[in-house]
């Protein structure tokens, strides 16, 4: 694979993703992480299930292909993004656990080994034709938008996030992957927008149809188009090819359907064409919070779990980071030929007729905030419930504060959003 002069961007001829996979299964790569099964094999990196044989867990590693890696401003700047990727902690955003190098085939490869998920992505949902409502989608889009507020607020930006990004742990919880890599890896496609992958075009923002820089708004318009795909099943200004895809969007108001519901107009605003007309992540949390009132209460989401490792086709072979498209991935370290996945029952409606509402909504009125004042923020459950009591913001350094109930109309409108309690054992 030939490289620019700045050594970052592939020539249009990269390697086959599948010669880097035979011989992957059993090694031990930096004397710790023996890979079980490949998962997915990009034209960038190959993702594999591993076990850390020192922690005795399982972890996914991802394996940047030895024609990237051996270069040394990339090695250079991976060492910086993956120093900056582990002091990130949120429970939305996959945790970095290690990087490194090590050589693999007598060649140099640098590796991440991040948190393991072996629900799936919201990828894996819509390729299985499960589409979601918009109560369900609500749910999707909120957790996303603590990930994303969290790392906007640290001058983090994701820059290729896509329903193969928003991946669900055992726990059902979901996670932002590839903080990063993504934008590490894929961001020299985009000095020229054609040759970028369909896959990416799909929920790329105006501004970098044209070619513009990225800031956070960029990836609160991918997230928008994510969800709309996640409850209508297609994705807008979609066309045969990148250009046309990308081309459709520029100047474009982006369209939604009654499917959406209270949805709607949230989405439409956050898939404004002028970056400056669009929410920012806090700003599109609440108002997913403000529109679930209008919802009914959300049903669990389809995932698929499998507990055993089987070899599944790849999909998406020009992701840059390989995709995280897993369905029926298991927990590392398991011998093949476990029981067959098995899909999470949907609970029968409840024979009441009047509909539960989603999350309860923020206070009508709220002061101005002043110098001796801090931001109080409710408690938003993962599974909508009545009231909660608020709470301060476990990563915000403010002296604690006595609870506060939710009908007090004097609360400032805080400027990020609250952190979900973790699921009940």
Partial sequence: ??????????????????SFRPTLVGIVVANRYRIERVATSGSSTVMVDATDIQLERPVTLKLVRPEISELPEFQRRFDQVMRSMTTLSHMNIAAVHDWGEDRIGGRVTMFAAVEYLGGGSLRDLLDRGRLLDASQALVVGLDACRALD???????????LTPAKLVFGDDRRLRVVDFGLARLLGASAWREPATVGSHVARYASPEQALGQPIDAKTDVYALALSMIESVTGSVPFS?????????????????VSADLGALASVLERAGRPDRNDRWTAAEFGRALIRAAERLPRPTPLPLVTAPAMRPEPTRRPTDPTGGVDRPGTARAGRPPGGPPAVVAPTPAADPDPEPEPAVVAEPETAEPETADTQPVTGDIPLEPVHVAPLQLESDRPAAPAAPVAPDVASEPEPDHLPVSPPPAA
């Fill in 1 to 18: 694979m030939a490289f620019d002069d700045d050594g970052t961007r592939p020539s249009p001829t990269p390697t086959t993703p599948s």
């Fill in 150 to 160: 969290y790392a906007h607020r640290r001058n983090l930006v994701h820059g290729e």
């Fill in 239 to 255: 066309a045969d090819s990148t250009v046309a895809t990308l081309s459709a969007r520029i100047g474009k108001l982006t369209p």
